[in-house]
């Protein structure tokens, strides 16, 4: 005879065990976002084009090409777009197979070599740095760009950008060291 409070607690159990599934249709989401930042970084693609072959026109409607500075700035931006984009993917396939389902790559040549030994402290670890490095990046177009930012207030807005960047690496050295502590007791 089965304890009615045992099937109850198993049925139960088994609920809460599926409804890791509720969160496959935000990493489709994501899939799908992701096609909508490779149209964002094929735009800039053909901005930089046209700025580099044909010119664009300033304020005053005049036709120029970009300089060398604007050409860094726009290499970085897809630089940017494209750090963004490794850290949708590492959301996507990371969080997929730690927190939904195994992925089955054993026999796929393609597999990326981050998901070998992947677990959830070392996914928030590569987060945290990408995070860091995309804020580099933007702090180093603000560098690059510099005559144009130091206009007013906004050298206040400048250190406000490296003291979150300096808070990313933080963030990250600190979630390194925690993941360090904790798998040297195992």
Known sequence: MSDPLKSFENFFEKIIFWSRWVQAP?????????????YQFMHELY???EGMFIGLPDEEGVINKFTEGQVMLMVLGLVD????????????????????????LEDNDDKPQWLDGLDAGMLKIKFATSLA??????????????????????????????????????????????????????
Do not use: C, P
Request: proline share 0%; glycine share 8%; net charge negative.
């Open 81 to 104: 777009i494209s750090m963004v984009m490794n850290l949708i993917i590492m959301t996507i396939i990371g969080g997929y197979s730690i927190f939904t389902s195994h992925i089955d």
């Open 47 to 49: 901005i930089m084009y």
């Open 26 to 38: 935000m990493y489709m989401g994501l899939a799908i976002g992701s096609f909508f930042y490779l």
């Open 133 to 186: 490095s995309i804020s580099g990046v933007h702090l180093l177009k603000t560098f690059i760009d510099i005559r144009g930012s130091i206009q007013g207030d906004s050298v206040t807005g400048i250190l406000i950008e490296i003291a979150i960047h300096m808070a990313f690496i933080v963030s990250a050295w600190l979630l390194a060291q925690t993941e360090k502590t904790i798998h040297s007791y195992h």
